[in-house]
C-alpha cells in the first residue's frame, strides 16, 4: 500500500491512545529507509512523551520502556472511576501524565518506536514472551476469527480462540509446526465468540476459568493416566513439585517449566522413593528421556539390574554446634588466611549486599514494622545467627545462637541502622553504599554477626536547613541495604528471604517454624558423614592426564599474579549488551534442543575461549553449581554453591550441535557429583588454590527471577 501511495501523495503515521485526546506522535513514512520499522515518531507540539522503566526512571537510547504522555491533550479522569484514574493519571515534577501501558523504544533520532503493549508482554520461567506473537501465529489458521493468549498464575500459557471449525489437536500441531516449545499454550479453550464489553473490546473478566488445577497438563490432547505402581509414584511426585491435580504420563517435563535443578530434585527423590543405590540411575537419562512413563521404565530398569538399600531422607539433629560445611570452611579460610595476608583495599571479601529502591507501589512502609519482620526472618533461619570460628584442634565450627538472648541484647547486630542522605543526587547514594558495604566492623563471624540492614533515606536541604520525613516511614526513592555474609548465605537463599521478610512484614506477626524440619547445621553433618568415594572416582577421572598449573594461552593485555598475595581480590567489569533478536534466538534454540541455558551459555563460551587460544582443544574453566541436590535443601537459607573444573577434550570436526550435546552430557555427568567439595579436588591432585589454573576462569549463568528483582511489602 505504501509504494503505491507515496506516489500520489504524503503517508503520515498518527499515534494516540483516547485518554491524550487522539493523537499525541507523529511521523512522516519514507518508503526508501524504512522498509522494515515504521517508527510511531515525534511528540505533538502540546505534547511531552516519556519513556520510563518499572521504576519511573528514564531508560537510555535503544532501551524498551513505557510510554508516558503528557501535555493539553491528556484527559483529566474516568468518569466515576477515581481508582482507574489513579492508576492511569501519575504526577511527574509536578506535571500529569498519562501511563499508556505501550512499550516503545527510542531510537538515535529521537524517534518512537513501538514495541507492544506492557500486559501482553510476559516472563515465564525466566523466558520473556512477547504473547502477540502466538496470537498472531494462531490467527494464521484461517478458521480462525480471533484469539487471545493469557498467563495463568504465572506458570501456564493459555488461549482463548474463536472459532466454530477447529479442535484442540490442529491448535497445537499448528503451534508446535511454528512455535519454540516454551511459547506454546498449554491450555487451548475454544469458544463460539469471545466476550466483548460495551465499548466492543475483549473483556478478560468474562473469559471462562480454566480449572487448570482440575485439568490435565499434556503435550497431546489425550490425558494419560498411570498404568502401574512405578508411574503412579512418579506422578504423585510430579504432581507435587508442579503443584497439580493431574500431569499427563507423556507429557515432556520442559514443556511445563522443568529445568536442571529441578531435574536434580527428582534424582534424588526417586533414590529415596524408590530405595535406589547411588550409580543405579543415571540423571543424563532423565533427561534424554523426560517423561513419566520414559522415567518409569528407567527406574524399573534399575529395579531389575540392582539391589536397592535404605536410603532415608536427611532429618533434623536438634543440635546447635558443628562443624562447618565443607563451603563455608573453604570461604572462612579464604576469607580469614589469604584476602586478610593481601592487604587488599576492601574489608568484606563475602559480603552479599541486597539493594532495594522504594518504588511508589511500596511507599510509605514504617520502619518498626520491617524491623520485627526482619528479626523475625532471623529467628526462623537459624543459619543467619550462627557464629562461625576456629577452635583449639584447627576445626571450623558453626554454632548457632539463641534467639531471644540476640535479638534482645544485640541491637547493633540485628537492629536497622538508618542513614540520611542529602539530596546530592545518586554519585552520593553510590559512595555511602560502598562505605557501608567496607565496613571493617560489618561482620562479626565469630559473634554471629552476619546480617546487617541499613536504611538509606533522602533528606532535603535548604539554604536554612534539613528536612527529614517522619521518622518511621519510609517513602518513594528511600534504599534498603540489606548486607549478608557468604558463608550463611547464597544466591538462591535471596527468594526465601524476600518471601519470608514480606510474609512476616505483611502478617505483622512471627514466622512459625517447625522444630523438626532440617536447617543448615542438620545439613552440615550430614554432608560430612556422606559416602563420597564413588564421586573422588569421578573427579579424578575427570582430571586425568591434565595439567591443572598450566594456564589457558588467552591474550591477555596484563601480566598474570602468580602468587596470592600479588592478587588484589577485585575485578574488572566488562559490560556487553546482546539485542533481542540475538536473545531470541538463543532462547528458541535452548528450547528446541532441550538444553538449559547454563549448558547453552557455556557452550558458547567454550567455543569463544577455543578462538581466543587458537584452536586449543584441551579446556578446562570453572564453573558454579548450586548444589542444592536434595529435596529437603530446595526450601533453605545457607550457603551450598560448589565450585568446581568443567574439562572438555573437544574434536575439531565437531559441529556446533555436537559441541552443544557432548558440553550438556558432560553437564549432565557433574550433576551427579556437584557436592563432592572443592578442597578435596585439590588435595586428590597435590594442589593448592593458588596455583590452579581452572580458577583463573569461571563461567556462570544467572537468572533473576522477578520475586527477587521486585519484592512487594504492601499488598500492592
Not at 201 to 213: Q, Y
Amino acid at each position: 500500500m505504501s509504494n503505491t501511495l507515496t506516489h500520489t501523495c504524503r503517508l503520515w503515521n498518527l499515534y494516540g491512545p483516547a485518554e491524550t485526546t487522539v493523537d499525541c506522535t507523529f511521523h512522516l513514512f519514507n518508503n526508501t529507509t524504512e522498509t522494515e520499522s515504521f517508527p510511531i515518531g515525534r511528540p505533538l507540539s502540546n505534547d511531552q512523551n516519556l519513556v520510563l522503566d518499572q521504576f519511573l526512571q528514564s531508560v537510555s537510547i535503544n532501551q524498551e520502556g513505557e510510554l508516558f504522555v503528557g501535555g493539553m491533550g491528556v484527559f483529566a479522569g474516568y468518569l466515576g472511576r477515581d481508582d482507574l484514574t489513579a492508576k492511569a493519571l501519575i504526577e511527574i515534577d509536578g506535571q500529569l501524565f498519562y501511563r499508556t501501558g505501550d512499550l516503545v523504544k527510542m531510537d538515535n533520532n529521537g524517534l518512537l518506536h513501538y514495541q507492544g503493549r506492557r500486559d501482553h508482554q510476559v516472563k515465564l520461567h525466566g523466558q520473556r514472551i512477547e504473547l502477540g506473537e502466538i496470537e498472531r501465529c494462531l490467527l494464521n489458521i484461517p478458521s480462525i476469527s480471533a484469539c487471545v493468549v493469557m498467563k495463568w498464575n504465572d506458570d501456564y500459557l493459555v488461549a482463548y480462540i474463536q472459532s466454530s471449525h477447529v479442535n484442540e489437536e490442529q491448535l497445537r500441531q499448528h503451534s508446535q509446526s511454528h512455535l519454540p516449545p516454551h511459547m506454546i499454550p498449554s491450555i487451548f479453550i475454544i469458544l463460539d465468540k469471545l466476550p466483548l464489553n460495551q465499548n466492543g473490546k475483549l473483556d478478560r473478566k468474562l473469559l471462562p476459568s480454566t480449572h487448570l488445577a482440575s485439568m490435565h497438563l499434556t503435550n497431546s490432547i489425550e490425558l494419560l493416566l498411570p498404568t502401574n505402581d512405578i508411574e503412579v509414584s512418579i506422578h504423585r511426585i510430579w504432581c507435587d513439585i508442579f503443584k497439580q491435580n493431574q500431569i499427563s504420563t507423556d507429557t515432556n517435563i520442559f514443556t511445563i517449566g522443568g529445568h536442571s535443578l529441578l531435574m536434580m530434585q527428582l534424582f534424588h527423590r526417586y533414590k529415596i522413593e524408590f530405595h535406589l543405590e547411588t550409580n543405579a540411575l543415571s540423571i543424563s537419562n532423565l533427561f534424554q528421556h523426560p517423561t513419566i512413563i520414559h522415567h518409569a521404565q528407567l527406574i524399573q530398569q534399575s529395579i531389575n539390574t540392582t539391589h536397592t538399600l535404605d536410603n532415608i531422607p536427611w532429618s533434623s539433629l536438634h543440635i546447635v554446634l558443628a562443624r562447618a560445611s565443607f563451603a563455608q570452611e573453604r570461604i572462612y579460610l579464604d576469607e580469614q588466611i589469604r584476602f586478610s595476608s593481601n592487604k587488599t583495599t576492601t574489608n568484606n571479601m563475602y559480603v552479599i549486599p541486597l539493594l532495594y529502591r522504594i518504588s511508589y507501589m511500596n511507599a510509605h512502609i514504617p520502619i518498626t514494622r520491617l524491623h520485627h519482620a526482619f528479626q523475625s526472618v532471623i529467628t526462623k533461619h537459624n543459619i543467619l545467627r550462627t557464629a562461625l570460628y576456629l577452635d583449639t584442634n584447627g576445626n571450623i565450627i558453626q554454632h548457632c545462637l539463641d534467639a531471644n538472648i540476640i535479638l534482645n541484647d544485640d541491637v547493633k547486630t540485628y537492629g536497622l541502622a538508618v542513614v540520611n542522605i542529602h539530596n546530592d543526587g545518586h554519585g552520593h547514594m553510590n559512595e555511602v553504599i560502598v562505605e557501608i558495604l567496607n565496613q571493617a566492623d560489618l561482620f562479626d563471624l565469630s559473634k554471629g554477626r552476619v546480617i546487617r540492614c541499613h536504611i538509606l533515606r533522602h533528606c532535603h536541604q535548604s539554604q536554612d536547613n534539613i528536612s527529614y520525613k517522619n521518622d518511621d516511614l519510609l517513602t518513594e526513592d528511600d534504599h534498603i541495604l540489606i548486607s549478608i555474609h557468604h558463608a550463611m548465605f547464597d544466591g538462591a537463599s535471596t527468594s526465601i528471604f524476600l518471601r519470608d521478610l514480606s510474609l512476616a512484614y505483611q502478617s505483622d506477626d512471627s514466622l512459625s517454624a517447625d522444630d523438626n524440619s532440617l536447617n543448615y547445621m542438620d545439613y552440615s553433618v550430614h554432608e560430612h558423614i556422606m559416602d563420597m568415594s564413588s564421586s573422588r572416582k569421578f573427579w579424578h577421572s575427570q582430571l586425568e592426564r591434565y595439567n591443572i598449573e598450566c594456564s589457558l594461552s588467552l591474550p591477555v593485555d596484563r601480566q598474570r599474579s602468580s602468587t596470592n598475595r600479588q592478587r588484589s581480590g577485585l575485578a574488572s567489569i566488562a559490560e556487553i549488551n546482546f539485542d533481542n533478536e540475538l536473545c531470541t534466538s538463543f532462547l528458541n534454540y535452548a528450547s528446541s534442543h532441550h538444553l538449559t541455558y547454563f549448558q547453552l551459555g557455556l557452550s558458547i563460551f567454550y567455543v569463544f575461549l577455543f578462538k581466543l587460544t587458537h584452536g586449543q582443544t584441551d579446556l578446562c574453566i570453572s564453573s558454579i553449581n548450586a548444589n542444592r541436590y536434595r529435596s529437603e535443601l530446595v526450601d533453605m537459607i545457607g550457603m551450598f554453591v560448589s565450585t568446581l573444573p568443567y574439562r572438555v577434550e573437544l574434536d575439531l570436526h565437531w559441529s556446533f550441535d555436537e559441541v552443544v550435546k557432548y558440553v550438556q552430557e558432560k553437564c549432565l555427568s557433574i550433576l551427579e557429583h556437584s557436592h563432592y567439595p572443592l578442597q578435596h579436588i585439590l588435595d586428590d591432585n597435590r594442589s593448592s588454590q593458588s596455583n590452579v589454573s581452572f580458577l583463573e576462569i569461571i563461567f556462570d549463568f544467572i537468572t533473576v527471577s522477578k520475586d527477587v528483582e521486585h519484592s512487594y511489602l504492601n499488598d500492592a
